[in-house]
C-alpha cells in the first residue's frame, strides 16, 4: 500500500474521536513489527525515526529512511512515515524526499521566544514542501542525554494559555504536550493529568501528542484519549518486549550464534505490544 500521510492518519483519529499510534524505528526489525502488529489489529500506525535513532545509524538517515519506507509500502496496513524529536536544522531539512509526510520539531529545550523562533521557522520550510510538522512545549523528561526530570516538578507541565498562544505564534500542525508521562519508562507507572488534558484540549486548536506513553498503563491511556490525546508515542515498550525476547532465547541457546533465532521472537513480541497498544486507541 502506498505511504499514508501523518496529517491524514491524525485528522482521521480526531474525526472519529479515536487516536493513532507512533512507534519508534531503530532497526529493520522494528520497522517489521510495526507494520505486522498494525496488520493483526487492523488499525492504522505511525512509523518514527529520531535523531537518536539517525545517530545510530552513523547520521546517515537515508538507509533507514528507505527501509522503514519500504517496510510500509509492502504492508496492508495504512502507514506513514515520521521524523521524530528533530533538533538538527541539517536533519529537518534532509526530510524532504526521504518520504517523511511529517516531522516533530523539537526546540522545546530552548528559551521560549527562541522557541517560537525556531519552530515557525521549521513550520514555514515545511508548509512549503507539504510536510506536517509537531513540535513540543512543557519539558517531557527522560530523553537521552539529559537529567532525570520529575514529570510532577512545578513549571514542567504546559499550561494552557501559553499552549494556545503558541500554536497561533507558530502554525504547528499538532503539539505534543507534558501532562505527566516521561519518556524511557521502562514500568507503566505514569500518572496523567486529566484535567490538564481536557483543558488543553479546550485551549489547543491543534492535535494533541502523548511522548513517553510506554509507562502508561493501559486505562490511562484509554482515559487520555478520551480526554483529548490523539498521537500516542510509544518507544521503550517496544525494545523492552524486544530485549527481553532476546535474552530469553540465549539464556535457554547459550550455544546459538544465527541472529534470525532470537531476531524472529523478538520481532514477533514487538508486534505483540504494537497490536496491543493499537487495540487500546
Known sequence: ??????GELVS?????????????????EHADAIAAGAEQA???????ISENAVKFHGGR?????????AVARASSARLSLHLDHVVSADLLRAADGEGFSSVMFDASKLPYDEN??????????GHERGIWIEAELGKVG????EAPLDAHTPGVRTDPSEAAAYVAATGVDALAVAVGSSHAMTERTAALDHTLISALRAKVPVPLVLHGSSGVPDAEIRKAVTSGMT????GTALNTAFTGAVRTFLDAN?????PRKYLVPARTAMAGTVAGFLGLL
Request: no cysteine.
Open 1 to 6: 500500500m502506498p505511504l499514508v500521510s501523518t
Open 142 to 145: 527522560g530523553k537521552e542525554g
Open 254 to 258: 547459550p550455544q546459538a550464534v544465527d
Open 116 to 125: 517560537v523562533k525556531a519552530t515557525a521557522d521549521a513550520v514555514r520550510w
Open 231 to 234: 498521537k500516542i508515542n510509544v
Open 61 to 69: 538517515l537515508s538507509a533507514i529512511a528507505a527501509a522503514a519506507a
Open 42 to 48: 487492523g488499525a492504522p500506525a505511525i512509523l518514527q
Open 12 to 28: 482521521a483519529a480526531v474525526a472519529e474521536g479515536r487516536g493513532v499510534a507512533a512507534f519508534n524505528v531503530i532497526t529493520l
